[in-house]
Each structure stands twice: as structure tokens, then as C-alpha cells.
């Protein structure tokens, strides 16, 4: 008989705890799905009640930015409804409206920055206390705070009668990288505006800071220059309906603006640039066979001075047009059989010394190329390809990996850091390939600081960078294509990974994750 109690003491022990854990499992599995993963992050079951008419985000007293902050009053607008999804009256209270007990999130920021730009430099980091019924979210940039708000608004769920809550929550986070970026193709296929800004705002619910904007590239040319309006007009799939205009152009920034989000573009040369031929006469080097021009045209003729004179002229437009204090000069996959047909290259090849190394002749046009960024007080981005040709560059310019094998990947990390380059990762995370299954885990467990070097060589790897080439990718498919497996980057960019590294334990905030860009409209609801 007193076995049978022990027993049955046991038993219902045994049932209790496993009650309480799956109760524990549960309330938890809502505080701690924010993706990505913070550096810091406890809460308990201590949960508050949100009633979207008596919900308040106000600035602290102290606060650098006040109302008017351009900033950080959109991201109140904005965030209301990503909150309160099922609200329909969906906009945020005013602070002078009356309440009964409102919850409030009150916002401090150190600096205001409020009508600045994101640059390499901006802090991001953030504290957030949610507790005594309301939060505090203190950063040192509107950049943080931004971040901040984003990772409230994961914090907020519904039960299944619709009522919204928050759990006790302290939060302290900062970007493990500060380059964290989406490459997007408008050259292979046209990218309607609206697919473009929806990817910022996807990026944004990600924490993803840089936006890659390669912009043109052989098949078309959509960037309407002012300065070189042929090249738009004859080199777009259409001169109307495929291009960005300036105004396009400035939309695009003002939206990842506001989002914390750099734009970074990118006018590749000396190679990819067939589409620019065809509004530039005499840019592109003339192809021969044997002693006659065959009628086709190879990349940017070097040889040429009119070549320089036209990238300095279309730079300085560009330079002025995009804020941000980097640009990316390409330089990758340059063919050399047309300059080498080319009796003008090979005579100039001699003229030089360079005999018939064409990777000098390479290095000679992107040595120019960065020279001309840099008079125009721009940090250069370029492919590793210029590296790889032994290319005299600036020791400030920042080198992109875009290719080999993960051993070739962590030796060229290796190498190029240990010449006092800095670095973005891009290679691991190629995600217009695709594989059948569940290839997020591929990217998830990448590990960009695997490589022999020292402390020093690590830090100058500064981010890394999802890409979505577009030969087969357009606004059809471009969401379901980049969302969520985008996320299992940026993750990996933003949080410390000994904290993630488990695919399993990352499986079931992935799921949740991915259910927020659905009801977010990232993603089409047919994928859901």
C-alpha cells in the first residue's frame, strides 16, 4: 500500500511538472521569439494586457529627440498596427488624449540624428524594461532605438480570444556585425518599386542595416541618369516602364531611411556592362577577329581616357544622388579575350609594361576607379576579384567575398585580412540558389570568423551580406524566395552565436517568426 502511494506520488509528480513545464514552454515560447536572437534577453511569466485605445508611445523628458523627430514619430505610426494586427481603428494614441491606466512606451535617446542618414559608424545597440505596466526603451541613436521598437513589437502576442499581451521583459542588445546586408538584382529582372520597398520592410523586422542595390549589370541599364540620359534610354528593357527615375531613386532611400537601413549601390565595371554600351558609343572596347572588328563589344576599354572621363562624370552624379559615404565599384568576372583581340589594348598593354598580364590591365582601370570614388569622398566597395589580382587599392577600401569553396573562403578571409583589408562575407549566403528542404540550416550554422588569423584580422570582417541574383528571380517570386531563409543570416549577423547555435532550438522561433512576416504581408498568404 505505501509503495503504491509512493507510486502513484511519483506518477503525479511526474504529470505536474511536465503540466508546468509545457505551461512554461508556452508563455515563454512568446517573450523569447524575437528574431534575431538579442544578446541579452530574460523575462517571466509576469504578462501585461494591451488595449490598443490605451496604448501610448511618448518620448522621456530627458530625451535628445522630441516630437518632430522625422525618425522615430514614423516608426510610432508605423509600429501601432505591425502591433495590434487585428485593430481596426489602427493608429497610435496622441500623448495629449486622455487615458485610464495607458501602457506606455517611453523612449530615450542620447543622440537625436533625427533627420540624418545611417552610416558604417551608427549605434545600433539598445536597452529595453518592460515591466510596472509600461516599457522603457533607452538607445544612443534613433538607429537603436528603431531596433528597439522592433523587438517590443515581437514581444507582443494575442491568446486565442484576441486580447494582446506583453511579458515582463529586460532586454539589452547590440549587433554582433554592423554590416548586415540584402543584395537585391534590378538588372537581370526589373524590380517594380513596391517590390523593392516591401523588401525594406522586411529587412527592418529583421534588423538588416544595408541595402545592396545592384542596380545595373548587362541585360539593362534602369538607372535614368540625369547627367547620361541614353544610358537609360536605350540600355532599359524599356525606357518608360522599366527604369528608376531620380524621384524613384530618392523614395527608395527615403523609405530605408526611416527604417535604419543604408543604401548602398553598386555601377559594376570594367565587366557586366554590356547594357551600358548601348547609350556610351566608344565606351566599351570593340571585339576583333583576327585583324577586323567582329561587331561585338567586350567590357570597358581601359585604354581609352575618354573611358575614366565618362565614369568620373556619371560618379559625381551618382555620389550625389546616393548619401551613403560608400559606394561599390564591382570588378568581378572581367573577361579578357576581347581586350586581348583588341590591336588599340595591346598596343597600350606595351606601352604600359605590362606585357600580356591582363590582370595588370585589370588593376590598372580599378586603381583608377577607386582614385576617382575617393576625390569624391567615397569609401570604396569592390569584389574580390581585385584583390586577387595583387590591384593597388586604398588600405581603407573594403573587400567583398562573393566566391570558392569553405576552405578557399577562410584562406581568402585569412589572406586579405591579414593585408589589413576589411571584409564582407558574402559567398555562404548566395540564396537565389536553392536546394529541396529546409536550406535556411545551411545558412543558419555558417560561422564567419572560422578562419586562422588573429583577434585584430577578425575584427575587420565587418558583416556579411545575403544575395538575391536575379536571373531567375523576379517580383513573382522574390518574397517567398528571400523570407524567412534571409533570417537565418541575420541572425547569424546579429546575435552572438554561441547563444544560436542550434538549429533545433532555432526551429520553433523560425516557425514563429516566419507566421510575423505573414501577417506583416512580407510574405504571400498562399505560403502560409
Request: a neutral charge.
Amino acid at each position: 500500500m505505501e509503495e503504491k502511494c509512493i507510486s502513484n506520488s511519483r506518477r503525479c509528480y511526474k504529470q505536474w511538472f511536465g503540466f508546468m513545464v509545457l505551461i512554461m514552454s508556452f508563455c515563454v515560447s512568446y517573450v523569447d521569439a524575437v528574431w534575431p536572437m538579442p544578446q541579452m534577453i530574460s523575462s517571466s511569466m509576469a504578462r501585461y494586457t494591451l488595449n490598443p485605445r490605451e496604448f501610448l508611445f511618448q518620448y522621456s523628458s530627458g530625451s535628445s529627440a522630441q516630437s518632430g523627430c522625422s525618425v522615430l514619430d514614423s516608426a510610432f505610426k508605423r509600429y501601432f498596427p505591425l502591433i495590434f494586427t487585428d485593430y481596426s481603428a489602427a493608429r497610435p494614441r496622441q500623448h495629449d488624449e486622455w487615458f485610464r491606466f495607458p501602457f506606455t512606451v517611453v523612449v530615450h535617446v542620447e543622440r537625436a540624428e533625427c533627420e540624418d542618414y545611417p552610416d558604417a559608424d551608427s549605434s545600433e545597440s539598445y536597452k529595453l524594461s518592460v515591466r510596472s505596466g509600461q516599457a522603457a526603451l533607452r538607445a544612443e541613436t534613433v538607429w537603436g532605438a528603431l531596433r528597439g521598437l522592433e523587438s517590443f513589437s515581437q514581444l507582443v502576442y494575442q491568446d486565442d480570444f484576441g486580447e494582446y499581451f506583453v511579458n515582463e521583459t529586460e532586454i539589452e542588445d547590440f549587433p554582433r556585425f554592423q554590416f548586415r546586408g540584402i543584395l537585391l538584382d534590378t538588372s537581370r529582372h526589373y524590380l517594380p518599386l513596391h517590390a523593392i520597398l516591401k523588401t525594406l520592410d522586411a529587412m527592418s523586422y529583421n534588423k538588416f542595416n544595408v541595402f545592396h542595390w545592384h542596380i545595373v549589370d548587362d541585360p539593362s541599364f534602369p538607372y535614368q541618369s540625369s547627367t547620361f540620359p541614353d544610358l537609360s534610354r536605350k540600355g532599359a528593357f524599356h525606357p518608360s516602364t522599366h527604369v528608376y527615375t531620380q524621384i524613384d531613386v530618392k523614395r527608395v532611400i527615403a523609405h530605408a531611411r526611416l527604417r535604419g537601413i543604408r543604401v548602398l549601390a553598386e555601377f559594376d565595371s570594367p565587366g557586366h556592362t554590356q547594357s551600358w554600351g548601348k547609350g556610351q558609343p566608344g565606351l566599351l572596347t570593340p571585339c576583333y577577329k583576327g585583324t577586323v572588328p567582329s561587331g561585338t563589344f567586350g567590357p570597358v576599354n581601359p585604354a581609352n581616357f575618354s573611358s575614366y572621363q565618362f565614369m568620373t562624370r556619371l560618379f559625381k552624379e551618382v555620389t550625389s544622388v546616393f548619401p551613403d559615404s560608400y559606394i561599390h565599384l564591382g570588378g568581378d568576372e572581367v573577361d579578357f579575350t576581347c581586350w586581348k583581340s583588341n590591336p588599340d589594348v595591346r598596343g597600350f598593354m606595351l606601352k604600359m609594361g605590362f606585357g600580356t598580364d591582363y590582370t595588370k590591365l585589370e588593376s590598372y582601370y580599378m586603381e583608377n576607379m577607386v582614385n576617382i570614388t575617393k576625390g569624391l569622398n567615397k569609401t570604396a566597395i569592390v569584389w574580390q576579384d581585385v584583390f586577387d589580382y595583387h590591384e593597388k587599392i586604398p588600405v581603407d577600401t573594403v573587400l567583398h567575398i562573393w566566391k570558392g569553396s569553405p576552405g578557399q573562403i577562410q584562406q581568402e578571409l585569412s589572406t586579405i585580412t591579414l593585408a589589413g583589408y576589411r571584409v564582407i562575407l558574402a559567398a555562404p549566403w548566395y540564396i537565389n540558389h536553392i536546394n529541396y528542404g529546409q536550406d535556411w540550416k545551411t545558412y543558419y550554422t555558417i560561422q564567419p570568423l572560422n578562419f586562422t588569423g588573429t583577434e585584430q584580422q577578425k575584427k575587420l570582417v565587418i558583416g556579411g551580406e545575403v544575395c538575391m541574383w536575379g536571373e531567375y528571380v523576379d517580383a513573382t517570386n522574390l518574397s517567398p524566395r528571400l523570407w524567412p531563409r534571409a533570417s537565418a543570416a541575420a541572425e547569424r549577423l546579429w546575435s552572438d552565436e554561441r547563444m544560436t547555435s542550434s538549429v533545433i532550438d532555432a526551429y520553433p522561433r523560425l516557425v514563429d517568426f516566419r507566421c510575423r512576416l505573414l501577417r506583416e504581408k512580407t510574405l504571400p498568404r498562399s505560403q502560409g
